[in-house]
């Protein structure tokens, strides 16, 4: 890719005390792109995730935003830049319909009056938009899906037309079926054009819909791997610090087994 990336970390770091969350980390995101972000527990992603968020400011380091220096120290300072984060939590309210998680905090008024109608218009054209399938947009949130609950957040975080949207653990605890409604929205979002963080366990996951692979271990960048040159056992190789794995051992006794056969590569 050529075009200049939206957000940039450079060198950011972040200690608790005597634990040194990150060092000298660094990641960039462009418009309409999927980038993965992957770690073992502890690697450091949930501190990288806050720090761009503004929950947890870093100690050092330099965030740019377009090219320029910014300073994040607090959610709402990366949400006037345009940065949405949903959190593996959702919170959603299981009290309110459709309608009124998406607009929550930023409800619409008319005369001093909520607006119900306008927000259950935008609601309907951004769900289309998405093409998110739910039966209304008045049905109470306690009523979806896992995955329907996981898409209305993600489409909450739309609202204020962010660039960058930051996805912690979308599809953690989800069906095949609604795994795949998520992964759906997923890509639908970087053909909107915005570029995507995505933070993953799930390799398939990660494989299906990434296109750049940032790996953390020990609060250190380990690997950046473009998606469609690298394989699965190469980013779990940079995830445990391996040089090699078991997977990639049985694979290199194969490939020399076909060659002593004279099959060559299959």
């Known amino acids: 890719m050529t075009q200049a990336p939206v957000l940039s970390l450079r060198g ?22 999927v980038v993965a972000l992957v770690g073992d527990n502890g690697a450091g992603k949930s501190t990288a995730v806050k720090a761009i968020a503004g929950v947890n400011p870093p100690d050092g380091g330099v965030i740019e935003w377009q090219g320029r220096p910014v300073t994040i120290h607090r959610p709402h300072d990366a949400q006037s830049l345009g940065i949405a984060t949903v959190y593996q939590d959702l919170a959603l309210c299981d009290n309110l319909d459709v309608v009124g998680n998406l607009f929550l905090g930023r409800e619409l008024r008319r005369f001093g009056v909520l607006d119900e109608v306008r927000m259950e218009q935008r609601s309907r054209e951004l769900l289309d938009t998405l093409s998110i399938r739910i039966p209304s947009v008045r049905i109470p949130v306690a009523s979806l899906s896992g995955g ?14 962010p660039r960058i949207v930051i996805l912690d653990e979308p599809t953690a605890a989800l069906g095949v079926e609604q795994t795949a409604e998520v992964l759906d929205l997923v890509e639908r979002l970087r053909e909107r054009g915005l570029g995507t963080i995505l933070i993953s366990h799930n390799m398939v996951d990660v494989m299906a819909v990434a296109d750049r692979i940032a790996v953390l271990r020990l609060g250190r960048n380990n690997g950046l791997f473009e998606k469609r040159s690298t394989t699965t056992e ?16 049985r694979q290199a006794r194969k490939r020399e087994e076909r060659e002593a056969r004279g099959e060559g590569s299959p």
Not at 148 to 161: N, P
Request: aromatic share 4%; charged share 25%; proline share 0%.
């Open 12 to 33: 950011v770091s972040k200690r608790f005390g005597a634990v040194q969350a990150l060092s000298d980390f660094d990641l960039e995101v462009r418009a309409g792109e």
């Open 148 to 161: 329907q609950r996981q898409t209305v957040a993600i489409a909450r975080s739309l609202i204020g037309d």
């Open 234 to 249: 190469e980013i779990i190789s940079a995830i445990t610090g391996a040089s090699d794995s078991a997977v990639t051992r």
